[in-house]
C-alpha cells in the first residue's frame, strides 16, 4: 500500500487513516478470520457505514472470501451498507416500549421528519432507526439519540429534542 | 495471591469505607436520568460540607427499581431517595448532616423490596462494579478458591447437579448435566461461553447483572472452567450494551492484574482466560449453535443438534454453553453448598429467578424472587398493579412465550407451572398488559418481530412466521374470516413442529396463548362468513 502516492484530490486515497486503524484491529487478532464480526464493528465505527472497498479490503486481508464477509455484513442488524445522517435517533420497540406507545413515537418522528424508519433526511442531518430492546424497559419508552439513552418520553419531548438535534453540527 | 492474602485484602478494603456509604445507582436506566451527574454533585456536596471522613459518595450497579430512578441510597439506614434530580443532591447530604431535603423518600419495606431474595444480585446496589476490590471486600473470588484448592473438579460438577440449578436462559436445561457432559468429553481443547446475547424484547436481567456485578459472572465462569476442564472462555455481548461491555472490559483486566485470570491463577495449575466477544444485532444468536457460529465470525444460523455443543461446539471442540443468570449463580452454590441452595425454591426448580417487570405497571424493575411465588404476588403486591386500570394479561418469555390471562394470575412461578399454562419461563421478561391493550396487535408486534429475526435457514420458520403475520394484518383490518382463524391454528402448529431451531418452535407461542385465552377478541375481527362457504369451512377443519 505504501508504495501508491496518494492524489491530493482524490477523496479516496488509499492509505487513508481509517484503513490504518482497521490494519492495527486485525494485527491485534492475529489476521484471524473469526475476528470478521470485530474487525467489522471497527470499520463501521470508523468509516460511518461499510462501502463495498471496505468489504474488499477486509476479505482480502482476511483471506475469506468476498461472499462471506458480504453474507455477514448483510445477516447483522447493525451493520449498514449504506451511509446513515449527522444524527441518530434509534426508537426502542421492544415490548415494554411498544406497551407504553412507542409506535406513536415513530410516528411522530416520521411525520416530522419527512422519512420512514430506515432512512436519513434528504439533508443529511439526521437517521432514523429502530432497536429491538435496548434494555431500558423500566424507564420506556426509550429513545436513543446520538447513543444517549432518554427514557419516559412522549411526542412532543421527542419532538423537542429532535428539533435540538437537527441544529447541532 | 493465597486466600490469607485475599481475605486480608478484603478486609483491608472494608477498612476502608468510610461509615457513611451514599450509593447512586449509574446503570444505563438511571444514566438516562442524569445519574451521573447526581453522583458528581452529591461528591462535591460532601467536600463543601467536610464531611469527607466519614461519608462516601459510590456509584454502584442496579438497584432495581428503575422505574423510579435514579436512586440514592444511604448504606447506614437503608433510607432510600428515588426520582433525584441533580439539585436535589445538596440537601440529600445535608439531610446526613441534621440539615432536610425535598427529595422523594421511598419505602423500602414496600413488598417490592421485601418479598425478595438475593442471591444473584447480592452485590447489586451496593459495591462499584468498576473496582474489583469492592467485589472482593464483599467475600468475591473466595469461592473459586474454595473451588480450585478444596473441591475436585468432579466434585464442583456434583456440588451443582446437587443444588438442581436449571438454566436461566429460558430452556431450563439442569446445568449439572450439562456440565457433567462436557467434563466427561475427552481431555483437550475445551471452550465456556457465557450467553449475554439478551435478546428478548422487555427484558433486561442480564444487562443489569453484567453492568452491576461483573466478577460475580466471571468467577461462575472460571468455576465452571475448572470443572469441566477448559482454559478458554468467550463472554457474547450484545451490542447495545455498551456499559455492560465497557465494565466487562475493566473487569477482566483487573482480575488478570490481580492473578485471578489469566495464567496459574491463585498459583494453581488451572489457566484460564476470557475474551469478550460483541454482537451485531441478531435475535437468533441467542440459540447456542447460532452463538457458536457467530463467535466463529460466521453468519449467526443455527445448526441441527444433536451433536449437542457439549460434544461439538465451537471450532468443533467441546463447549459448556450457559446464561448469564446461571454463571452468577456459581459463587454462591460453592460458597453456601448445594444443599443450602436447594432449600429455595420449588420441588423442580430452585433457587431465584430475576425478573424485568415492566409495562403497564405502577412499580417496575428488576426483581429476584424465589422460585414458586404466584405470578399475581408479582404482578399485585410487589408490582402494586396496573396504575388506573384492571390487569388483563402477563407476557412471559418474550417472542417464545405467551400471554398469560388475569384469571390464571395464581399460577405459581416455576419451569413446569409456566410451561402448563402455554407460556414459558423464557429469560425473564414479564410485561403487564391491561384492558386497553389488545391481544391481537400484541401477537402481530411479536410474530412482526419473529418474522424479521428469523435467520431464514429453515422454511417453516422462514415463511411461515410472514404467513402468520400476514394473516394477522389481514385479521386486523377486518379482512379474514373464520376459515382464516382455523388455517393460522394450523399454520402455528406446523411451524412449531418442524422449525429448524428454538426461534421457530416457539414462534407461534404468543398467537397459540392469546388464541387459546382471549379467542373472543379475535373472533369480534372476523368478517362475517358467506353463507355458501360456510358448509365447507366446517368439513374443511
Same mark, same amino acid.
Given at each position: 500500500m505504501s508504495t501508491i502516492t496518494p492524489t491530493p484530490a482524490a477523496p479516496k486515497a488509499q492509505p487513508d487513516k481509517r484503513?490504518?486503524?482497521?490494519?492495527?484491529?486485525?494485527?491485534?487478532?492475529?489476521?484471524?478470520?473469526?475476528?470478521?464480526?470485530?474487525?467489522?464493528?471497527?470499520?463501521?465505527?470508523?468509516? %460511518?457505514?461499510?462501502?463495498?472497498?471496505?468489504?474488499?479490503?477486509?476479505?482480502?486481508? #482476511?483471506?475469506?472470501? #468476498?461472499?462471506?464477509?458480504?453474507?455477514?455484513?448483510?445477516?447483522?442488524? #447493525?451493520?449498514?451498507?449504506? !451511509?446513515?445522517?449527522?444524527?441518530?435517533?434509534?426508537?426502542?420497540?421492544?415490548?415494554?416500549?411498544?406497551?407504553?406507545?412507542?409506535?406513536?413515537?415513530?410516528?411522530?418522528?416520521?411525520?416530522?421528519?419527512?422519512?420512514?424508519? %430506515?432512512?436519513?433526511? !434528504?439533508?443529511?442531518?439526521?437517521? #432514523?432507526?429502530?432497536?429491538?430492546?435496548?434494555?431500558?424497559?423500566?424507564?420506556? !419508552?426509550?429513545?436513543?439519540?446520538? %447513543?444517549?439513552?432518554? %427514557?419516559?418520553?412522549?411526542?412532543?419531548?421527542?419532538?423537542?429534542?429532535l428539533a435540538v438535534l437537527a441544529e447541532t453540527e | 495471591m493465597d486466600l490469607v492474602e485475599l481475605k486480608a485484602l478484603a478486609a483491608a478494603e472494608q477498612a476502608k469505607f468510610k461509615p457513611v456509604r451514599v450509593n447512586c445507582c449509574t446503570s444505563t436506566g438511571c444514566q438516562a436520568a442524569q445519574s451521573l451527574e447526581i453522583t458528581k454533585n452529591l461528591a462535591k456536596a460532601v467536600k463543601d460540607r467536610g464531611l469527607g471522613d466519614r461519608v462516601e459518595v459510590v456509584g454502584v450497579g442496579c438497584m432495581g427499581f428503575c422505574g423510579r430512578g435514579p436512586l440514592v441510597q444511604i448504606s447506614t439506614d437503608d433510607q432510600l431517595f428515588e426520582a433525584v434530580t441533580p439539585d436535589q443532591a445538596a440537601g440529600i447530604i445535608a439531610s446526613l448532616d441534621g440539615g432536610s431535603t425535598d427529595a422523594e423518600v421511598g419505602d423500602v419495606n414496600h413488598p417490592f423490596f421485601s418479598r425478595q431474595f438475593h442471591i444473584v444480585r447480592?452485590?447489586?446496589?451496593?459495591?462499584?462494579?468498576?473496582?474489583?476490590?469492592?467485589?472482593?471486600?464483599?467475600?468475591?473470588?473466595?469461592?473459586?478458591?474454595? @473451588?480450585?484448592? $478444596?473441591?475436585?473438579?468432579?466434585?464442583?460438577?456434583?456440588?451443582?447437579?446437587?443444588?438442581?440449578?436449571?438454566?436461566?436462559?429460558?430452556?431450563?436445561?439442569?446445568?449439572?448435566?450439562?456440565?457433567?457432559?462436557?467434563?466427561?468429553?475427552?481431555?483437550?481443547q475445551k471452550y465456556v461461553i457465557c450467553n449475554g446475547d439478551e435478546g428478548?424484547?422487555?427484558?433486561?436481567?442480564?444487562?443489569?447483572?453484567?453492568?452491576?456485578?461483573?466478577?460475580?459472572?466471571?468467577?461462575?465462569?472460571?468455576?465452571?472452567?475448572? @470443572?469441566?476442564?477448559?482454559?478458554?472462555?468467550?463472554?457474547?455481548?450484545?451490542? $447495545?450494551?455498551?456499559?455492560?461491555?465497557?465494565?466487562?472490559?475493566?473487569?477482566?483486566?483487573?482480575?488478570?492484574?490481580?492473578?485471578?485470570?489469566?495464567?496459574?491463577?491463585?498459583?494453581?495449575?488451572?489457566?484460564?482466560?476470557?475474551?469478550?466477544?460483541?454482537?451485531?444485532? @441478531?435475535?437468533?444468536?441467542?440459540?447456542?449453535?447460532?452463538?457458536?457460529?457467530?463467535? $466463529?465470525?460466521k453468519r449467526g444460523n443455527p445448526r441441527t443438534r444433536p451433536p449437542y455443543p457439549a460434544q461439538d461446539g465451537l471450532m468443533h471442540c467441546p463447549t459448556l454453553i450457559n446464561n448469564v443468570e446461571t454463571y452468577a449463580n456459581i459463587a454462591t452454590i460453592i460458597e453456601k453448598g448445594a444443599d443450602w441452595y436447594s432449600q429455595i425454591g420449588t420441588e423442580g426448580s430452585k433457587g431465584t429467578k430475576i425478573f424485568a417487570l415492566t409495562g403497564k405497571i405502577r412499580n417496575n424493575g428488576l426483581i429476584e424472587v424465589p422460585m414458586g411465588i404466584t405470578l399475581r404476588e408479582i404482578v399485585e403486591e410487589m408490582g402494586g398493579g396496573v396504575p388506573d386500570g384492571t390487569i388483563k394479561a402477563v407476557q412471559t418469555g418474550g417472542p417464545s412465550g405467551g400471554c398469560i390471562p388475569a384469571h390464571l394470575l395464581d399460577t405459581p412461578v416455576d419451569y413446569d407451572s409456566l410451561t402448563k399454562v402455554g407460556s414459558m419461563m423464557g429469560s425473564g421478561g414479564m410485561v403487564v398488559m391491561d384492558q386497553t391493550t389488545s391481544m391481537v396487535e400484541v401477537a402481530q408486534f411479536y410474530m412482526d418481530f419473529c418474522r424479521e429475526e428469523s435467520c431464514g435457514k429453515c422454511i417453516p420458520c422462514r415463511a411461515g412466521t410472514v404467513q402468520l403475520h400476514s394473516m394477522l394484518t389481514r385479521l386486523l383490518a377486518r379482512e379474514a374470516t373464520a376459515a382464516d382463524l382455523e388455517t393460522m391454528a394450523a399454520?402455528? @402448529?406446523?411451524?412449531?413442529?418442524?422449525?429448524?431451531?428454538?426461534?421457530?418452535?416457539?414462534?407461534?407461542?404468543?398467537?397459540?396463548?392469546?388464541?387459546?385465552?382471549?379467542?373472543?377478541?379475535?373472533?369480534e375481527l372476523l368478517q362475517p362468513m358467506p353463507a355458501r362457504l360456510q358448509n365447507s369451512a366446517v368439513t374443511a377443519s
Open positions: 484503513f490504518k486503524i482497521l490494519d492495527i484491529t486485525m494485527k491485534r487478532n492475529h489476521y484471524r478470520q473469526d475476528a470478521l464480526i470485530e474487525v467489522l464493528h471497527k470499520a463501521q465505527e470508523s468509516f %460511518g457505514f461499510l462501502e463495498l472497498d471496505v468489504l474488499e479490503y477486509v476479505a482480502r486481508s #482476511l483471506k475469506l472470501p #468476498l461472499g462471506r464477509v458480504y453474507g455477514v455484513a448483510t445477516f447483522y442488524h #447493525l451493520f449498514s451498507l449504506k !451511509p446513515s445522517g449527522k444524527h441518530s435517533c434509534i426508537v426502542c420497540t421492544g415490548t415494554a416500549c411498544y406497551v407504553k406507545g412507542s409506535g406513536k413515537l415513530v410516528e411522530a418522528i416520521s411525520e416530522k421528519l419527512g422519512i420512514q424508519v %430506515g432512512e436519513t433526511t !434528504p439533508d443529511g442531518q439526521v437517521s #432514523l432507526s429502530t432497536a429491538r430492546c435496548i434494555g431500558a424497559c423500566g424507564i420506556a !419508552p426509550a429513545v436513543v439519540f446520538d %447513543g444517549e439513552v432518554k %427514557g419516559k418520553l412522549d411526542a412532543d419531548t421527542v419532538l423537542a429534542r | 447480592k452485590n447489586s446496589g451496593k459495591i462499584n462494579p468498576d473496582r474489583i476490590e469492592d467485589y472482593i471486600a464483599s467475600g468475591g473470588y473466595q469461592a473459586l478458591y474454595k @473451588a480450585l484448592f $478444596e473441591l475436585s473438579p468432579d466434585e464442583v460438577v456434583t456440588e451443582i447437579t446437587q443444588s438442581g440449578l436449571r438454566g436461566r436462559g429460558g430452556g431450563g436445561f439442569p446445568t449439572g448435566v450439562k456440565w457433567a457432559t462436557v467434563a466427561k468429553m475427552p481431555e483437550g428478548d424484547p422487555g427484558a433486561f436481567m442480564d444487562r443489569s447483572v453484567l453492568e452491576s456485578d461483573p466478577h460475580l459472572v466471571l468467577e461462575g465462569m472460571a468455576i465452571a472452567a475448572y @470443572a469441566v476442564g477448559a482454559d478458554h472462555g468467550y463472554i457474547y455481548v450484545r451490542a $447495545e450494551y455498551p456499559l455492560a461491555i465497557d465494565r466487562l472490559n475493566k473487569a477482566i483486566k483487573q482480575a488478570k492484574k490481580y492473578g485471578i485470570l489469566g495464567s496459574q491463577i491463585f498459583d494453581s495449575p488451572f489457566d484460564f482466560k476470557i475474551d469478550i466477544r460483541i454482537g451485531a444485532g @441478531a435475535f437468533v444468536c441467542g440459540e447456542e449453535t447460532a452463538l457458536i457460529h457467530s463467535i $466463529e465470525g399454520l402455528c @402448529a406446523m411451524v412449531k413442529e418442524m422449525s429448524l431451531c428454538g426461534l421457530g418452535m416457539t414462534a407461534p407461542n404468543p398467537v397459540l396463548s392469546t388464541l387459546n385465552y382471549f379467542r373472543s377478541e379475535y373472533e
